[in-house]
């Protein structure tokens, strides 16, 4: 079955301090790889999408990358509003139609 | 441009009561999607469509019903309601050509 898988559940940055947050996936014939960001309280918001292993995209101190069993999501120099959860997701084909499976997020809190 | 549209944003239950909640996009997308996210669980899909007229099971479709008459508007009906839907409720929607979700704010429904 396929399966998204996010690493660490929850990560705790002082202000300034760089890290990535990891998922993984189980998927045959990955057709996208997708990161969103959820604010509390707030439905998640559309950051990244990835097509192919070693694509790379960026977005102020984000930075998304792919590789062929995994994605990372790099947070430099995280800013107190970079914190939120952040979920990835992958395309599943059923019944003729795609879906996104979602992994179960990350929360990252940012202390200035 | 108001994108997905759900209300209410709060509800409060009784087991056995039934309700509806109403989901709108004004974005002319023809995929849209019901899913539930329990604490430390994700978002799990219960319903979705990918047109109008047209509606399909999700991985958690039990207790639960759907409709799409037009394009625009896709609600989702509780039907005797349980404990176990207790949950915060996301509808969402997309293009044909990608796989971009755009979110609703959700719906928190506590069933009592």
């Known amino acids: 079955e396929d399966q998204v898988t996010q690493s660490p559940e929850a990560l705790r940055l002082q202000e300034g301090e760089s890290s990535s947050l990891n998922c993984s996936y189980t998927v045959s014939g990955l057709r996208g790889l997708f990161w969103y960001r959820q604010d509390p309280g707030k439905g998640p918001e559309f950051l990244f999408t990835?097509?192919?292993a070693g694509e790379e995209k960026e977005k102020e101190r984000l930075k998304a990358t792919l590789t062929k069993k995994e994605s990372f999501l790099h947070i430099t120099a995280p800013k107190p509003e970079d914190s939120a959860t952040y979920l990835c997701?992958?395309?599943?084909?059923?019944?003729?139609?795609?879906?996104?499976?979602f992994g179960k997020g990350t929360k990252l809190t940012v202390n200035p | 441009n108001a994108g997905v549209t759900q209300t209410p944003k709060f509800r409060i239950l009784k087991i056995g009561q039934s309700m509806t909640l109403q989901c709108t996009q004004d974005m002319n997308h023809n995929y849209m999607y019901w899913y539930r996210q329990d604490p430390g669980m994700g978002l799990k899909l219960i319903y979705y469509s990918v047109g109008a007229g047209i509606t399909d099971k999700g991985e958690v479709p039990n207790g639960y019903n759907v409709s799409r008459s037009t394009t625009e508007d896709f609600p989702l009906r509780l039907e005797l309601a349980a404990p176990s839907q207790t949950s915060v409720y996301f509808c969402?929607?997309?293009?044909?050509?990608?796989?971009?979700?755009?979110f609703g704010e959700g719906s928190r429904l506590t069933v009592l």
């Open positions: 997701a992958v395309p599943r084909t059923q019944g003729g139609s795609e879906k996104l499976v």
């Open positions: 990835l097509y192919s």
């Open positions: 969402a929607s997309r293009t044909l050509n990608t796989g971009e979700l755009f």
